[in-house]
């Protein structure tokens, strides 16, 4: 592990936008900023944070549902040792928007991609196990978090899962 | 020859009387049998000294009283085990919790038996019987006392002793395999190789006392420690037989059989209700065994206090080595079963062996001390 | 690994009906004796709780939170509450902070003595695993006297807390510190004394800085490395108190390779951190101010949020503990509430740590890491 000097998060912002001119950056505080990036440069990105900052911490990713088939998706990194916070912000659109995997950069992605495509359907290509995280598999393709999705009774049919059974009246002797 | 009515006739008394002996025959046939079936009962259970051997094969010290030292073991183990673990134990069932133990094998044995569908039944049900039968036994040798109250004494008692601790892990391993359960199954092999690794640290150990004393009957044994009890000459031997004995049956820290976090109950995973209250109740007999094991090898077995009964020294020092058990497996985290062998191997193997020389060398070196054991002084 | 190896292995389901796995499973693929393939598999406590938030106000939220770990409810609760007050933009009193703090310490204090009760438990080793529990029986004495609550406590509100401290409650504190600073040489020795434990943790679980960070850890699994990122001192809330005190990040050196950690080091960096967490205390608590305990307007303005988007972080008993919250203007309810977890990334490891380990070091190096299924689950 090389000890690399420090790297303050206007510094990053400027390397990444000099590499990726789409990119474009806002200030959230004090050595926190948020990177606006286009969908197909997240891999670029990603891997130039990862170069730069020794002691990236990859957090989370998630997704939010904007409705009309838009969504963002939110990357954020933790650097300890320059107290740099980093937030990448992706806007997807599409019935099944798509987007490179980055968690063969940073492995600790794996899991929250795997949680935002069963939740929200955005599928990462290349992902190595696109299996379902923690839904049942009756809930594969249905996409709970977004917010078409109704939490009521009525859409109890479409998921498969059995509605509960009236309790018998009469104690255990029908069986 | 022509037929003459009047001899037929007067044949019949004859022929009448035949067939009336030979009913009498077969009456007092069938009735001296069951006389001397019956005498043959009275001269072997109620003619007295038959009688007071059946009393002590079955009440005393027999099964009736190892049962109750079972129960007994177990409270005494729940209760320590709490008062070492910062909490009360059973408390609520009898005085001290005194009948926890029926309140527990009632609710046991009301459960329903579940035997899984991989299963081999038969096995999977006669196993735990058996495995509490090889462990009880054994204490038939164990020699509560110099005369009278001991159960019987043969020449080989110690190996036979032996013998039937070595089917303990064999059970095990069985009852892991026709259990149908990949848990059990682990639980098994750990058990074979709790075995593996204790067994030969454990008889090295006890080869010892049957050197000094030149015998291999636990009578005998436990006779030629009336003058110097061989804990005081074999101290190394009598610390690795206990550590090995733990580690052979399986408790605290030598659980690998049956780690519950790592493989859930390890062979016992699979038995419900009857079969694992046998299970569980053979664990404790076999501590209980060892325990009298090791009072009658380096405790000097009856030896003790001159004003009481032999059997009463007995039990008193068999109560305080079952304690060190307790004691014991409620200090360590689990070892894993590699370091299991490699323990027992490495340092209880040497260590006993390094015993044994030392006091073979003393003997031979050290005037007096040849002179209490039976072996005979010059 | 060649495939004829793969041949002779064998698939076991670790969960999620296991002792040790309370809401989790992994599937683990053995050759012989060691893991080969580690599969954790997640989704066995999904409570669905980001859509839950996305229905409850401002005010409710928290509460959704501490269920995801009641171990350490005081400070799971915190992030949505800084969230709130992060968007609303409301002020804080003085001695609601330092509240707040204490309370969040303590919360850390109670969450390690558990673990380490489960941890020792988990390593077969039941007096060491409720030891600890006794004591955190006081620490849960003074939650329930302060909030009425033994775990769900609901403490934190949006503009300050919900209830000021009485001097039962001081009292109550004060005992849990002065029990827990009797005991802590004792568990020390106890612990890190033991043979038995150096031998089980030694070694096991290894892993670089650099790897962890990779996998996403954070808190303790980090710290033992050596590295003092915690957010307590790199990113200081303002709404907290532990800028008003003295005390150091605590960390770990592995003595034999620096900038790694196994599990025996992560055993003494909790014991660091609790005994930091009492520092914390200890200074906290002479310096509680008089004064409100909550903003009065706060609860009008936590009513209806203004749109906007915050991030709140706390450095919580296992790691970085955060809630990402994005509200819609004059929202009643959050439009997305991202809460992540720290146990994620320690469940996750499990996949890239556990293979080459032996099979009865798994869950070892599972407790080691300390993961609630409650964080990844959510």
Same mark, same amino acid.
């Given at each position: ?17 000099n ?8 200030p959230l505080?004090?050595?926190?900023i948020?990177l ?16 730069n900052v020794?002691?990236a911490?990859?957090?989370s990713i998630f997704?939010?549902?904007?409705e009309?088939?838009?969504?963002e998706l ?6 300890h ?7 990448l ?12 995997s980055?968690c ?8 929250h991609?795997?949680?935002?495509r069963?939740m929200?359907g955005?599928?990462f ?9 923690l839904l ?6 249905v996409f709970?978090l ?12 479409e998921t ?6 009236a309790r ?6 029908d069986? | 020859?022509?037929?003459d009515?009047?001899?037929?006739l ?5 022929w009448i009387y ?7 025959h ?10 001397g ?14 009688f007071m051997?059946l009393?002590r094969a ?11 030292t079972l129960?007994?073991a177990v ?7 709490g ?5 009360r134990?059973?408390?609520h ?7 926890q133990l029926?309140?527990d ?5 009301a459960?329903?038996?579940i ?9 999977f ?5 058996l495995l509490?039968v090889?462990v009880?036994?054994p ?13 019987a004494?043969l020449?080989?008692?110690l ?10 892990p ?8 026709v259990?149908g359960?990949?848990y059990s199954l ?9 075995q ?9 150990s ?6 000094l004393?030149g ?10 420690q ?8 074999l ?6 037989f206990l550590? =090995?004995a733990i580690?052979?049956?399986?408790i605290?820290?030598?659980?690998a059989p ?5 493989i859930?109950?390890?062979?016992r995973t699979?038995?419900t ?7 569980y109740f ?5 501590q209980?065994?060892?325990s ?5 090898l380096?405790?000097g077995?009856?030896?003790g206090?001159?004003?009481?009964p032999?059997a009463v020294?007995?039990i008193i020092?068999f ?5 060190f058990?307790v004691?014991?497996?409620?200090s ?7 370091q ?10 040497p260590l006993?062996l390094?015993?044994?020389?030392i006091?073979?060398?003393?003997i031979?070196y ?6 209490l054991?039976p072996l005979?002084g010059? | 690994?060649s ?11 670790f ?18 004796d060691?893991?080969?393939?580690c599969?954790p ?5 999904h409570?669905?709780a980001e ?11 928290s509460?959704v ?10 400070l799971a609760?915190?992030p949505y509450?800084a969230?709130v ?5 409301l002020e ?6 330092i509240?707040?703090t204490i ?17 020792n438990?988990?390593l ?23 909030t ?11 503009g300050g807390?919900?209830y000021d ?9 004060d005992?849990?510190?002065k ?6 040489p ?9 043979p038995?434990?150096r ?8 892993y670089t800085?650099?790897?962890g ?9 980090i710290k033992a490395?050596?590295?003092p990122?915690d ?5 200081p809330?303002p709404n907290?108190?532990?800028n008003?005190c003295?005390w150091?990040?605590p960390?770990t ?8 950690s196994?599990a025996?080091?992560?055993?003494e960096?909790?014991?660091?951190? =609790? ?9 906290l608590?002479?310096?509680l ?5 909550i903003?009065?307007k706060a609860? =009008?303005k936590?009513?209806?949020l ?10 919580g ?5 955060s ?7 004059k ?10 977890g720290?146990c994620i990334?320690?469940y996750y ?10 099979f =009865?070091?798994f ?5 080691s ?10």
């Amino acid at each position: 592990m090389s000890e690399s000097t420090g790297i303050t998060a206007s510094t990053l912002a400027r390397q990444i936008i000099n590499r990726h001119p789409q990119v474009s950056s806002r200030p959230l505080g004090t050595n926190e900023i948020e990177l606006v990036v286009p969908s197909d440069k997240i891999r670029g990105v990603v891997t130039m944070i990862d170069e730069n900052v020794h002691d990236a911490l990859p957090e989370s990713i998630f997704g939010i549902d904007l409705e009309n088939d838009k969504y963002e998706l939110i990357y954020i990194f933790w650097s300890h040792s320059n107290r740099m916070l980093v937030q990448l912000r992706v806007s997807l659109e599409g019935e099944r928007p798509e987007i490179d995997s980055t968690c063969d950069i940073f492995p600790g992605f794996e899991w929250h991609e795997r949680e935002t495509r069963e939740m929200f359907g955005i599928e990462f290509k290349n992902h190595p196990d696109p299996r379902l995280l923690l839904l049942p598999d009756e809930l594969e393709g249905v996409f709970p978090l977004r917010k078409r999705f109704q939490t009521d009774q009525s859409r109890l049919d479409e998921t498969g899962i059995a509605p509960p059974k009236a309790r018998p009246k009469t104690g255990g002797d029908d069986e | 020859m022509q037929f003459d009515f009047f001899t037929w006739l007067a044949g019949i008394p004859d022929w009448i009387y035949g067939i009336l002996q030979w009913i009498y025959h077969l009456i007092m046939g069938i009735f001296f049998w069951a006389w001397g079936v019956i005498e043959w009962l009275w001269a072997s259970v109620f003619a007295p000294e038959s009688f007071m051997f059946l009393f002590r094969a079955v009440l005393f010290p027999g099964l009736i009283f190892v049962v109750l030292t079972l129960i007994w073991a177990v409270w005494f183990t729940r209760k320590l085990w709490g008062r070492i673990q910062d909490r009360r134990g059973p408390v609520h069932m009898g005085k001290y919790g005194g009948l926890q133990l029926f309140a527990d094998a009632i609710k046991l044995i009301a459960k329903e038996n579940i035997i899984p569908d991989n299963a081999k039944r038969w096995m999977f049900r006669f196993l735990p019987g058996l495995l509490l039968v090889v462990v009880l036994l054994p204490f038939c040798f164990i020699p509560w006392d110099f005369d009278y109250w001991f159960i019987a004494d043969l020449s080989v008692s110690l190996v036979l002793v032996f013998a039937f601790l070595t089917a303990v892990p064999v059970v095990a391993l069985l009852a892991g395999w026709v259990s149908g359960s990949k848990y059990s199954l682990i639980g098994g092999f750990r058990a074979a190789n709790n075995q593996f690794a204790a067994e030969i640290p454990m008889i090295i150990s006890s080869v010892g006392p049957a050197i000094l004393a030149g015998s291999l009957s636990l009578m005998g044994i436990a006779q030629a420690q009336t003058s110097v009890w061989f804990a005081v000459l074999l101290p190394i031997n009598l610390a690795t037989f206990l550590v =090995a004995a733990i580690a052979s049956v399986g408790i605290f820290p030598f659980d690998a059989p049956v780690a519950d976090s790592e493989i859930i109950f390890g062979w016992r995973t699979e038995f419900t209700g009857i079969y694992f209250t046998l299970t569980y109740f053979a664990e404790f007999a076999e501590q209980m065994l060892y325990s009298a094991l090791i009072v009658a090898l380096f405790l000097g077995g009856p030896v003790g206090l001159p004003f009481l009964p032999g059997a009463v020294n007995f039990i008193i020092k068999f109560i305080i080595t079952f304690f060190f058990f307790v004691l014991v497996s409620s200090s360590f985290q689990r070892l894993r079963q590699d370091q299991i062998v490699h323990y027992c191997w490495k340092y209880l193997l040497p260590l006993a062996l390094l015993n044994v020389v030392i006091a073979m060398l003393a003997i031979v070196y050290l005037p007096g001390i040849a002179a209490l054991l039976p072996l005979g002084g010059p | 690994m060649s495939p004829d190896i793969l041949d002779e292995a064998m698939e076991i389901w670790f969960g999620p009906q296991h002792v040790s796995a309370h809401g989790w499973a992994t599937k683990l693929t053995l050759v012989g004796d060691y893991v080969v393939e580690c599969d954790p598999n997640a989704g066995y406590f999904h409570r669905s709780a980001e859509k839950v938030l996305e229905y409850k106000n401002f005010r409710q939220g928290s509460l959704v939170l501490e269920r995801m770990c009641m171990l350490e409810a005081f400070l799971a609760e915190y992030p949505y509450v800084a969230a709130v007050e992060k968007i609303a933009e409301l002020e804080v009193p003085e001695r609601a902070k330092i509240m707040r703090t204490i309370m969040m310490e303590m919360s850390r204090l109670h969450s390690i003595q558990f673990w380490w009760g489960q941890f020792n438990a988990e390593l077969g080793f039941f007096t060491m695993a409720l030891w600890p529990w006794v004591d955190r029986e006081y620490s849960l004495d003074a939650f329930e006297e302060l909030t009425g609550s033994r775990h769900t406590v609901s403490y934190s509100t949006p503009g300050g807390v919900k209830y000021d401290f009485t001097d039962k409650v001081l009292k109550q504190l004060d005992r849990a510190i002065k029990r827990f600073e009797d005991r802590l040489p004792k568990f020390r020795d106890m612990q890190m004394g033991s043979p038995t434990f150096r031998a089980r943790t030694k070694g096991i679980g290894q892993y670089t800085v650099k790897q962890g960070l990779k996998w996403g850890l954070s808190g303790p699994p980090i710290k033992a490395c050596g590295v003092p990122m915690d957010l307590r001192k790199d990113a200081p809330d303002p709404n907290l108190a532990y800028n008003m005190c003295d005390w150091e990040v605590p960390i770990t050196e592995n003595p034999d390779h620096p900038g790694e950690s196994d599990a025996l080091d992560r055993m003494e960096q909790r014991f660091k951190e =609790a005994e930091t967490s009492v520092q914390i205390i200890k200074q906290l608590l002479p310096q509680l101010p008089e004064g409100p305990i909550i903003d009065p307007k706060a609860r =009008a303005k936590a009513n209806r949020l203004p749109e906007g988007e915050a991030y709140a972080r706390v450095e919580g008993t296992r790691g970085i503990t955060s809630l990402w919250l994005k509200t819609q203007d004059k929202a009643q309810t959050a439009y997305r509430a991202k809460i992540r977890g720290p146990c994620i990334a320690s469940y996750y490891a499990l996949k890239d740590l556990v293979p080459g380990a032996k099979f =009865a070091d798994f869950i070892v190096i599972f407790g080691s890491l300390d993961p609630y299924p409650g964080w990844w689950d959510r």
